[in-house]
């Protein structure tokens, strides 16, 4: 047999291998597990007041109701040992609450009983029969109180590098004294992830083993967090999640549904499954905090920055001080000698904020990229040009050099895709064929480009194929698809013979499904044991062959290599950054002063792109949740009860079809040899940083009203004056 070298797969726009999985619905998700017979359904009852104790719970109608099981309150669930956990993705700072272990209410939509019945309907009809009275306490309910009473980020933040103040210089000096100056405060509402699969676990214990079956990023800290919580080794804890339908963070930390359903099937002894609605998914899990941003630049008549100072305060709980770098892009996205920031947390009877895609970047950016807009107008100069007299090679907050920076070329590419040469820099000047005033406008994006260790395990078989596994997560950036094309290539086999397997604690140890790093991360991994694997069948069969479909059924056996792989020195010797530029036009309603947005143009320079199709899909994608943020999207939390108001589908606005106009991702040539073996950067967060900003610059463009509060509703634009 003539061995012929396969294509190359890396770079090639592959269309997802488990698309035919999904799309013909038998790709299982964590609510539709069957744990076998005596299931149970699970319906949550949630608090009604933002802070204090319950009085009183009747259940009495409840557990009476039809096809009832058991009715599980604070007053009969199991004492759990709740054991000290803190997984990297949980706050630094506080304890979670202790689910159904006592009286204390300390949020909206906590959960305080569960009904289990046969059906779901008939939880969910028993769980309304359920009384709770509640002696109310005075509680922060109000951001705008939250806000007096904001502290900086506790000390085991400063720990992980996050401080209250940072910068460099002297700021307020270089502000005072600069030629060019702007000052601005933007604020920006709460963000609910709001995947459409809701999040949802069965539970089953058997032979003194807990399985989980759950939406989840990170199977391994469910397990690490359950063990902890239930008092019992990793090793009797099993959790499934092979598929995830949408999460944007909101699968990073285990919510209460796990523990209530782990604990109500030990406790009937009969598998227990637990669905979130929608609007409880709005009290239980958690969402990117509220915040407020003072943004004052300085600038010398040439546009080069001579002051940046940046303020920020978001809300977090009252029992876990959620901190989110907000701020670091200030500090090291353009050149400026004096820099300052400040940033507090703000304490409020609220449930936790927690990651949402982009996590204190997509919230800092809008700020920091309106007020670069302004400044350019202040100076009279082209906001890209304003971007580019800026640029650095250096990070300035670490004074190390950037391991690749093309911040330059997608402004050019960008740019140019856009037609950014047909602006007319005059607000209100351009307008479309239907009469509409057109604004053009522009923000950077950026994302630190990171990796952590991971496991991954190539098994090949005699048949000619291979497993390779690792107990990541695809929650839609195609990991299922990366990796196969990864493993793929390393072993020199054709796709279809590499199955790649995720979401199991069975699996070798990959780091959490966020930050962007899971290709940077488990990439590697998946290479290297593709090679160990690969060598050693070759070097079993012995015969100096290259082919290792043709070697694999001489051997005859599996041939199997497991693994490590860990980042290296490289990310101490530069500053990793993935760097983007993104164009927005708008087209507003001279009387009705709606917004539409025709067009979004972005460029990207995230290293490598493993798989071209992929990445077009996670910066679209992206973009679109950047839009919702810019025209629609926004929790509104009633000031007086701290309650959401607005939570559902149907009033929490998401982008639908009919919103979006043309989207387009550019990526540029870039290669860097410093961040991982595979030189990937990273996008699954970077599409929508900036994207909210480019909006509100391009609505400034075409009407002269500089609107800085999202979202840009249509009264937003009205009440504006222009200038
Ligand atoms: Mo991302 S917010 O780390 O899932």
Known sequence: ?????PAPVVGRPVSRVEGPLKVTGAATYAAEFDPGPGLCHGAVVTSTIANGRIAAIDTAAAETAAGVVAVLTHRNAPRLPYHEHKGLTDPAEGERIHVLQDDRVRHQGQPVALVLAATPEEAAYA???????????????????????????????????????AGRGDADTALGAAPVRIAAEYDMPRYNHNPIEPHATVARWQDGVLTLWDKTQWVDNVRAEMAAVFGLPPERIRVVSPFVGGAFGSGLRPWANVTLAAMASRHVGRPVKVVLTRRQTF?????????????????????????????GI????????????????????????DVATRYRIAPRSVQTPNDMRGPGKVTGVHALECAMDELAVALGMDPVELRLRNDTIVDQSTGLPFS??????????????????????????????????????????T??????????????????TAVVSSSSSDMGPGTYTSMTQVAAETLGLPLESVRFELGDTRMPVAPVHGGSWTMASLGPAVQAACAQARDRAFAMAGRGDVDLAAVLPRIGEPVEATVHTEPGEELRRYSTHSFGAVFAEVAVDPELC?????????????GRVVNPK????QITGGMVMGLGMALTEGTEVDPRTARPVNSSLADYLVPVNADIGELDAIFVDESDPHVNPLGVKGLGEIGTVGVAAAVCNAVFHATGRRVRELPITVERVLNTPVG
């Open 594 to 606: 709606t917004v539409r947005v025709p067009r979004v143009v972005g460029a990207y320079g995230v």
């Open 283 to 311: 009290g239980i899990t958690g969402y990117r905090p509220r915040s407020a941003h003072r943004v004052a630049l300085g600038a010398d008549r040439d546009g080069r920055l001579v002051a940046i100072r940046h303020e």
């Open 127 to 165: 769980a309304s029969l359920v009384r709770v009275d509640y002696r109310p306490e005075s509680g922060v309910t109000a951001f705008s109180d939250a806000v007096t009473h904001a502290v900086p980020p506790g000390p085991r933040y400063r720990s992980r590098g996050l401080e209250g103040d």
């Open 447 to 464: 994302w630190p480009a990171m990796r952590q260790a991971a496991t991954a395990r190539a098994r090949l078989l005699p048949d000619g």
């Open 1 to 5: 047999m003539t061995s012929t070298a």
């Open 314 to 337: 978001s809300e977090t709980s009252t029992y876990e001080g959620y901190a989110e770098e907000q701020l670091g892009t200030s500090e090291y996205l353009y050149a400026c000698r």
């Open 404 to 445: 690749s920076r093309s911040l330059r070329e997608c402004y050019q590419a960008a740019a140019e895709r856009f037609g950014w040469g047909r602006r007319n820099p005059e607000p209100g000047s351009m307008r479309d064929a239907q009469g509409r005033l057109v604004g053009y406008g522009c923000a950077s994006a």
């Open 614 to 617: 992929t990445a077009h899909s």
